[in-house]
């Protein structure tokens, strides 16, 4: 098991403090890891400011080739990869193994954008000059991950940051730091220079302090929540740094009478259930119109009903909720929402075994003043409301400040057109809960 930091290619077990990585569905000690302080982070730091001088003029196809390498070996390793996910972070081991997959594509599409890092050449107004436009490495990226998806939101951020010729300094989630450390291993075999990929698992605060505060480090990828997000973007304004963010979600999901029910019914329960709930693009509304309201609510309530709770080493569907907090919140959410008439159509109730669970719930009779409605829920958990016209779904939808996913169901193309041309979100699946792809831009 690793459990040291890895920076400027060596591994360092000697550090400023250690955490210990908590089995969420059985409450066992997994391992205890090295944890980074100021000190650790400034040496990742000027490692990948000393690795940049080099990486950055390393031509783009040997840059692609290390990565079609990291790529293979991830495939390689996928069953060891899984195993590790879901005993740090509770999701099933299949579901675990897709997410490798899922990982692993970012590698495979970036390490072919590697290689068309294109400018261009600007018709000029003067005969003597030629104005051109090349792209160029960013410098130093400093990457916040969080412990929903342990190897897809590092690969995301990683990949593209190697491909144009940049380092990069990881901090992965405390919650899920094993399966980071496992990537930077895989980083190790496949021959990516020293201080070009390093792995921190660090104290937050001591962490940020040392990258906002840092020249070197030109730009910060961040996913997790909104209130975060805002506080590092003030930070990163004393430096002026790019970034880039993907904060909370509270996702609507809008099922228009014309929908093709099954289809609707199998990809709300991919959005919903998926990681048990605990992701930031997952449905956390559902929008059904008066006519197929009820027939939906039957059909999607036997669905859910089939769904397995337990040990993600399990032949089961939904793992545990990641700890205490997250338990409490969606037990909050739930109880809010019958307090003010909603009513339990299935689920409803959680219990500790080892770990905290939660079974999956389908809520009726949901009302917008709702506390599940308002805030991001992060469980298994699908309020369902009526709404009558399309305009008022669009209404229904829109009344978040939160714009990352949304998703709608219909077969009209210009019912369809008419509401992905006026929801306010970034992604947003037509007829899919499930849009997500390595190809596409994320956009929040």
Known sequence: MLTSLYINGKWVADATDSLDVINPATGEHVATVARAGEQETKAAVEAASEALLSWRKTPANERASYLKTLYTLMLDRQEELATCMTEEMGKPYAEAKGEVLYAASFI?????????????TIPSPKKEQRLQVIKQPVGVVAAITPWNFPAAMITRKLAPALAAGCTIVIKPASQTPLTALKIAKLCEEAGIPAGVVNVIPASS???????????????????????????LMKSAADT??????????????????????????????????????????????????????????ERFNDKVSEL????????????????????????????????????????????????WFYMPTVLTDVTSDMRIMQEETFGPVAPIQRFTSDDEAIQLANHTPFGLAAYFFTESISRGTYLYEALDYGIIGWNSGVPSAAEAPLEG
């Not at 259930?273 to 009820?294: H, K, L, P, S």
């Not at 037990?331 to 003010?340: F, G, I, Q």
Request: net charge negative; glycine share 12%.
């Open 308 to 355: 397995s709770v337990g040990n993600g080493m399990n032949d089961v569907d939904l793992g545990p909720l990641i700890d205490e907090d997250g338990y409490t919140k969606v037990t909050e959410h739930v109880e809010d929402a019958r307090s003010k008439g909603a009513s339990v159509f299935s689920g409803g109730k959680g219990y500790k075994d080892g770990g």
């Open 108 to 120: 495979d599409w970036f390490a072919e954008e590697a290689r068309r890092v294109y400018g261009r």
């Open 205 to 231: 605060q001591a962490f940020t302090k040392v990258i906002m505060a840092s020249e070197d480090v030109r730009k910060l990828t961040f996913t997790g929540s909104t209130e975060v997000g805002k506080e």
């Open 240 to 297: 002026m740094k790019n970034v880039s963010f993907e904060l909370g979600g509270h996702a609507p999901l809008i099922i228009l009478d014309d929908a093709d029910l099954n289809n609707a019914v199998d990809e709300a329960i991919a959005s919903k259930f998926r990681n048990a709930g605990q992701t930031c693009i997952c449905a956390n509304r559902i929008y059904v119109q008066d006519g197929i309201y009820d027939a939906f609510v």
